[in-house]
């Protein structure tokens, strides 16, 4: 059933789950209120009525700060609502749940603003820690399909943005570590780097490229990967 829930406090993270099939909402919903900091807010069972339910949030100023967006859906599917919700709504954060299968539909929903994705499998710790770090506004890639679009989704033909031989050879290797899914702890460890430098690294090679976020980044980096991989 879909549903608009009670508010939660001030310290609580507000979350709205998207799947069309009730048994994993629930299951969901019934793992992330084991959080303290967690709100469920509201569930739908397909894009057209979440985006439904999110008007009527609005309406009462209790947006969520995460959507968590699954893909396959009847009537209106998570690349199509991830679309709408970025447009319409600026402050929520979507993170896309999926399956190992739906590397292409991930790849749409991060173009258009997703801020990342995690696997339906993935352990509830991990899950909640995720929602926590996309509600901060950072990117979240879970495992698997980021090296799956590496091995076999890679274009000879890609464009190359007009910025890309301006980089540094530091800010080249930044940027293949973003298309890991690496985050800027991880990058500044494996570069030897802080993470304040990773930063700044990060936030010229996105001004340098034209790119929106970190996704975005990741998203090229992906792309690009044998180039950056042969600019080592």
Not at 48 to 69: F, G, I
Not at 72 to 100: H, K, N, S, W
Request: glycine share 6%.
């Amino acid at each position: 059933m879909n549903q608009a829930a009670q508010q939660p406090n001030s310290d609580n993270i507000a979350v709205m789950l998207v799947d069309d099939q009730q048994l994993i909402r629930q299951g969901l919903k019934t793992l992330l209120d084991l959080e303290d900091d967690i709100t469920i807010v509201s569930d739908a069972d397909n894009g057209q009525t979440a985006l439904k339910l999110l008007e009527q949030l609005a309406n009462n100023n209790q947006l969520p700060t995460v959507v968590l967006m699954d893909m396959r859906m009847p009537i209106m599917d998570g690349v199509a609502a991830t679309t709408e919700i970025v447009a319409r709504y600026p402050t929520i954060q979507v993170l896309v749940l999926t399956t190992f299968d739906d590397d292409d539909l991930v790849a749409k929903a991060m173009a258009v603003g997703a801020k990342g994705y995690l696997l339906k499998d993935t352990p509830s710790e991990e899950l909640a820690q995720a929602i926590r770090t996309v509600a901060k506004g950072y990117s979240q890639f879970g495992p698997g399909i980021l090296e799956k679009m590496l091995s076999g989704k890679q274009s000879p033909d890609v464009d190359i943005p007009a910025g890309f031989d301006e980089l540094t050879p530091r800010e080249k290797e930044v940027l293949r570590l973003i298309g890991t899914g690496a985050n800027n702890r991880e990058i500044a460890e494996t570069l030897f780097l802080s993470e304040g430098t990773v930063k700044n690294h990060v936030t010229r090679l996105l001004g340098r490229l034209g790119l929106r976020d970190r996704t975005q980044a990741a998203l090229l980096a992906v792309k690009l990967s044998s180039k950056l991989t042969a600019d080592e």
